[in-house]
């Protein structure tokens, strides 16, 4: 069901600066008898850019789905500007969502959809009453904001894998959210690329005042972007700290990710 929100313009009823925004309590989470996560807690707070680590199987994504509300946890709370989403019924889960961007490793773009056509789908599912006008406003300034302003009436198939993710990147923004979760947004892309990506997630929070939550394994993406790094080990998060503290660690388990 297509439910008309709000067409406030953002950002200006933006979370302040350093208030928790999401809060996550004693999530479990399994599929039969595979553990993923077991009491994982963690808060982020406004404007702040959280990055996930952790092994290939961690429960990376499984996290950032439970967040979104695309997969339910066994037990635990999830709540995103004080509303826990597990408990959430289709339309508030949709509500949620236009202050949630997610970023999908792979971008989840339609192919049968012009560039414009995928811009404008999350606007008119979420926004009904905005004015044509309005949508070809919106999208212009979401492809400026990714510096790809003609490239609106492109197919994806035309692009390469960097102009995907700025896409993408461009979709997720369109609704202005207020917090945004980014699964592996450097992954599968060459390093001056992946730099580039880098520089635009942070540009674009600074611009829009957004949190995040990134998972990445690119260390030169998490020194870039992390304001605090968590370490998803065993279920838990196992480490918790600014890059340079976990960078510092003499836990065996934490160093590994930074002797790449
Ligand atoms: N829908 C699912 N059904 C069953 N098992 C799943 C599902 N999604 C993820 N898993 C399992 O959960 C674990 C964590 O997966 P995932 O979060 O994708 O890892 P990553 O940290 O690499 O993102 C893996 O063992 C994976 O096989
Ligand atoms: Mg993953």
């Not at 950032?64 to 339910?72: E, V």
């Not at 461009?170 to 730099?195: M, W």
């Not at 957004?210 to 020194?223: E, L, Q």
């Not at 605090?228 to 279920?235: A, E, Q, T």
């Amino acid at each position: 069901m297509t439910t008309a929100i709000n067409t406030k313009i953002k950002p200006e009823d933006n979370i302040a600066k350093g208030a928790p925004v999401i809060v996550i309590e004693h999530l479990f989470k399994r599929f039969g008898k595979n553990v993923v996560l077991k009491d994982f807690n963690l808060t982020v707070h406004g404007e702040e850019n959280v990055v996930v680590l952790g092994k290939s199987g961690a429960g990376k994504s499984v996290l950032i789905k439970c967040i979104i509300g695309l997969l339910k946890p066994d037990s635990g709370k999830i709540l995103v500007f004080g509303e826990n989403v597990p408990g959430m019924n289709p339309d508030e889960l949709d509500k949620v969502r236009t202050k949630i961007g997610f970023l999908f490793q792979a971008n989840a773009l339609y192919d049968s959809m012009t560039v414009r056509e995928n811009l404008e789908f999350p606007l008119r599912r979420h926004w009904i009453d905005l004015s044509q006008k309005q949508v070809d406003q919106m999208v212009s300034e979401a492809l400026e904001n990714v510096g790809l302003k003609n490239t609106g009436d492109m197919m994806p198939s035309e692009l390469s894998g960097g102009m995907l993710k700025r896409i993408a990147l461009a979709r997720t923004l369109i609704l202005k959210p207020e917090v945004i979760l980014y699964d592996e947004p450097t992954t599968g892309l060459d390093p001056v690329t992946s730099r580039e990506i880098d520089r635009l997630i942070l540009t674009l929070q600074k611009k829009y005042h957004t949190s995040s939550i990134v998972i990445s394994h690119d260390m030169n993406c998490v020194k870039n972007i992390a304001d605090r790094v968590i370490l998803l080990l065993d279920g838990v998060c196992y480490a918790d700290g600014t890059y340079e503290e976990l960078e510092q660690s003499g836990d065996e388990k934490i160093k590994q990710f930074f002797e790449q």
